[in-house]
T-cell receptor, first 112, second 113 residues
Framework: DTGVSQNPRHKITKRGQNVTFRCDPISEHNRLYWYRQTLGQGPEFLTY????????KSRLLSDRFSAERPKGSFSTLEIQRTEQGDSAMYLC??????????FGPGTRLTVT | AQKVTQAQTEISVVEKEDVTLDCVYETRDTTYYLFWYKQPPSGELVFLIRRNSFDEQNEISGRYSWNFQKSTSSFNFTITASQVVDSAVYFCALSEGDDKIIFGKGTRLHILP
């Protein structure tokens, strides 16, 4: 059983550019979560999906952020007009409806 | 409101010593779940344990043990006979269901050879 995978692992972009990250959950996990982790902090919840439905969004998810899970399998997180404050590790997790969430390796975003 | 507090920002111990990581939580729900995750230098979060609010039994898994006390809203984690490979950031976390997990700020543990 392969784990959660995320691509790319690292992304460096210039301020103002758009970026998109992908998350592939563990096969048959119907719930998928996005978190953001800044340096020295714990992960903070951004949003989650049950199948293709986006069920909750954090206040942290500004209008520049959008997440999709069109077929209930992989998910994408897009950040438009990136700002330096968006620099962080973006973590994806999945679960089968139980409370345990299994995390991917993350995508580290650096905005210059 | 949900909150997880890990008062210890950083701890250093010499290998083979025992070390306890503290965690205090706040929640208004009577049903909730507590977790510990490990984040080694590679960055990936590794799930260690989950406890349900209605099960206060302490748990031991090899060199790891967890002490859950509802009376003090604490869920402490002890590593016995620490090893260098235990060096990592450890996060305590709380969930009130199968949605988001609320994490503490983490405790960075250094095991010195």
């Amino acid at each position: 059983d392969t784990g959660v995978s995320q691509n790319p692992r690292h992304k460096i972009t210039k301020r103002g550019q758009n970026v998109t990250f992908r998350c592939d959950p563990i096969s048959e996990h119907n719930r998928l979560y996005w978190y953001r982790q800044t340096l020295g902090q714990g992960p903070e919840f951004l949003t989650y999906f049950q199948n293709e439905a986006q069920l909750e969004k954090s206040r942290l998810l500004s209008d520049r952020f959008s997440a999709e899970r069109p077929k209930g399998s992989f998910s994408t997180l897009e950040i438009q007009r990136t700002e330096q404050g968006d620099s962080a590790m973006y973590l994806c997790a999945s679960s089968s409806g139980t409370v345990e969430q299994y995390f991917g390796p993350g995508t580290r975003l650096t905005v210059t | 409101a949900q909150k997880v507090t890990q008062a210890q920002t950083e701890i250093s111990v010499v290998e083979k010593e025992d070390v306890t990581l503290d965690c205090v939580y706040e929640t208004r729900d009577t049903t909730y779940y507590l977790f510990w995750y490990k984040q080694p230098p590679s960055g990936e979060l590794v799930f260690l344990i989950r406890r349900n609010s209605f099960d206060e039994q302490n748990e031991i898994s090899g060199r790891y043990s967890w002490n859950f006390q509802k009376s003090t809203s604490s869920f402490n984690f002890t590593i016995t006979a620490s090893q260098v490979v235990d060096s990592a950031v450890y996060f305590c976390a709380l969930s009130e269901g199968d949605d988001k997990i609320i994490f503490g700020k983490g405790t960075r543990l250094h095991i010195l050879p």
